[in-house]
């Protein structure tokens, strides 16, 4: 569907450009496929090598944490920035986007913490240090942005206080910090997995060093979350794909004042 004000705007005709011009919706089916794919892989991880879940302070709960993380902070949170790229978007009320958007980013975060919840439980019941580690800092870093994040969104876009040249202001800073985000979330995936192996391969089990199966299998998936991360902030930066007027005044129309 073309959009008001016209996406052809902002696209190039040369012939090697439309080439390249991969429509958004067979992108975004692989995205979502690719998405559960890491889902199913960190759950497959904890379940068969890691002795599956449970919510007791075991080391069973600390298998939630990646699960969580990976689910709320990569995949929702890649969902979530990714609602304004869709051109069904572009047109109409943007109330119901504004909705999807901040309540998509709002499930990532409640799953975040929860999965904090399960790493710090974990970590006092079996008297183990916390922060710590260059993983932990880096993680705690990435769910205190979110939080900024969410709620300075919430304020300026979604409240009807905010003036226009606040919202104007504030629009560029959170496109960069959304963008940020998504990079710190998939550095803390890749670290908090390098950690757990190098934890958990040695005494008693084949070494990490030797490449045992879990090994493989669970390098394999910080490529794949990865491999999302760069997928979504790709999509992000592609001007065929940005909304048509996303740089105009009226994009930075408070949220319930665009439906009075
Ligand atoms: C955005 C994603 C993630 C964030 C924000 C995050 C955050 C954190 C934080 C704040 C801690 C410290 C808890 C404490 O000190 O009690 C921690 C611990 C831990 N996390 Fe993650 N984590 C993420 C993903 C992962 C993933 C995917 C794994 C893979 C297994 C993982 C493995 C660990 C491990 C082994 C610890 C305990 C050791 C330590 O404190 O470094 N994390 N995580």
Excluded at 15 to 30: K, R, W
Excluded at 234 to 254: F, I, N
Aim: proline share 6%.
């Amino acid at each position: 569907m073309e959009a008001p004000g016209g996406a052809e705007g902002v696209r190039c005709h040369h012939p090697v450009v439309e080439m390249l011009d991969l429509p958004f919706l067979p992108f975004c089916i692989f995205l979502g496929l690719l998405g559960f794919v890491c889902v199913a892989f960190v759950s497959a991880w904890c379940q068969y090598w890691r002795g599956g879940f449970a919510w007791d302070g075991s080391t069973q709960m600390f298998n939630w944490h990646p699960v969580l993380m990976v689910t709320g902070m990569v995949v929702l949170y890649g969902a979530a920035s990714l609602v304004y790229r869709l051109p069904s978007s572009w047109s109409g009320p943007k109330l119901p986007w504004k909705v999807l958007h901040s309540s998509l980013a709002l499930a990532a975060f409640i799953l975040a913490v929860l999965g904090l919840v399960a790493v710090f439980r974990f970590h006092n019941d079996h008297g183990t240090p916390n922060m710590y580690s260059l993983h932990s800092w880096l993680g705690l870093a990435t769910i205190l942005l979110f939080s900024c994040q969410w709620l300075m969104g919430f304020s300026t876009f979604l409240l009807p206080w905010a003036p226009a040249w606040l919202r104007g202001l504030y629009k560029p800073i959170h496109v960069f910090f959304g963008s940020t985000i998504l990079l710190l979330a998939v550095a803390s995936c890749v670290s908090g997995i390098n950690e757990k192996l190098f934890f958990s391969l040695k005494n008693g089990t084949t070494q990490y060093k030797l490449l045992p199966a879990e090994a493989v299998f669970a390098n394999t998936l910080g490529l794949l979350i990865l491999l999302f991360g760069v997928l979504v902030l790709g999509a992000l930066a592609r001007p065929s794909w940005k909304r048509p007027d996303a740089d105009s005044l009226d994009s930075c129309q408070p949220l319930l004042a665009d439906e009075r």
